[in-house]
């Protein structure tokens, strides 16, 4: 049928819950949610998630040249993409000569972490390394 849901009707808050809950300005300051969109926007091309996997694999960091090959892409290629991670900050360039070496950038990774980690009150999973 036209208009008609599907699932069940979402059960509403009595009074007290919604006590319970951050105000939005509590949860994420509104300059802090467009800081963290930009970063996901950067990561929501497979491509860039690749790139940063192999960064990632490198922390000495690693020259543009020597990506196209593990990613199977041109180097115009490369250069597009590293340079939208690095517009969002995840990643740092290092000019060497003729070469640029690039570096993943921790402290957004750590952005990242914060974002989407475990909620306030929860306990986070139990480290299963040894």
Do not use: N
């Not at 849901?5 to 809950?21: M, V």
């Not at 300005?25 to 930009?38: C, F, G, L, N, T």
């Not at 926007?41 to 960064?55: C, E, H, N, S």
């Amino acid at each position: 049928m036209p208009g008609s849901r599907k699932g069940p009707a979402p059960i509403p808050l009595r009074s007290e819950d919604a006590s319970a809950y951050p105000t939005l300005d509590q949860a994420v300051a509104r300059d802090e949610a467009e800081r963290i969109a930009k970063l996901f926007k950067a990561l929501a091309d497979p491509t860039r998630v690749q790139l940063l996997g192999l960064l990632r694999a490198r922390p000495g960091g690693e020259c543009g040249y020597d990506l196209t090959g593990p990613l199977g892409i041109s180097q115009p290629s490369v250069s597009y993409h590293v340079r939208i991670l690095h517009e969002a900050g995840l990643v740092t360039r290092e000019r060497r000569g003729s070469w640029v070496i690039y570096r993943i950038c921790e402290e957004r990774l750590a952005d990242i972490r914060s974002a989407v980690g475990p909620a306030a009150g929860s306990s986070a999973p139990a480290d299963p390394s040894p």
